[in-house]
């Protein structure tokens, strides 16, 4: 297998976040990701996710494998923050 082939393999294992899956809910629990998404969705608000992704694409595209799993992070980490409650789970 081909180093561009591995990363699009590790891409594609790793899911839409960049993020490895425990129970379908990513796992993201890096202070600077999460620092990063809220100055993300503080600038462009509902287009926060879009935008991260679309940064994300662009990077993998141009062969930044590192680059682009960052993005994917801080998209996951975006999501978390802008997510509805789940059923039965605490509010603080």
Same mark, same amino acid.
């Given at each position: 297998?081909?180093?561009? +082939? $591995?990363?699009r !393999? /590790?891409w594609?294992?790793?899911g839409?976040?960049? *993020?490895r899956?425990?129970k379908g809910?990513?796992?993201v629990d890096?202070?600077?990701i999460?620092?990063a998404?809220?100055?993300?969705i503080?600038?462009?608000?509902?287009? +926060? $996710?879009i935008r !991260? /992704?679309?940064?994300a694409d662009?990077?993998?595209? *141009?062969?930044?494998?590192d680059?682009?799993?960052?993005?994917?992070?801080?998209?996951?980490?975006?999501?978390?923050?802008?997510?509805?409650?789940?059923?039965?789970?605490p509010?603080?």
């Amino acid at each position: 297998m081909s180093c561009g +082939a $591995a990363s699009r !393999a /590790a891409w594609a294992r790793n899911g839409p976040s960049g *993020d490895r899956y425990d129970k379908g809910h990513p796992m993201v629990d890096d202070p600077d990701i999460f620092r990063a998404a809220k100055l993300l969705i503080d600038r462009h608000g509902d287009d +926060a $996710a879009i935008r !991260a /992704a679309e940064r994300a694409d662009k990077l993998f595209e *141009d062969g930044d494998i590192d680059g682009a799993l960052v993005w994917r992070r801080i998209l996951a980490a975006i999501e978390e923050l802008q997510r509805q409650p789940r059923p039965g789970e605490p509010v603080n």
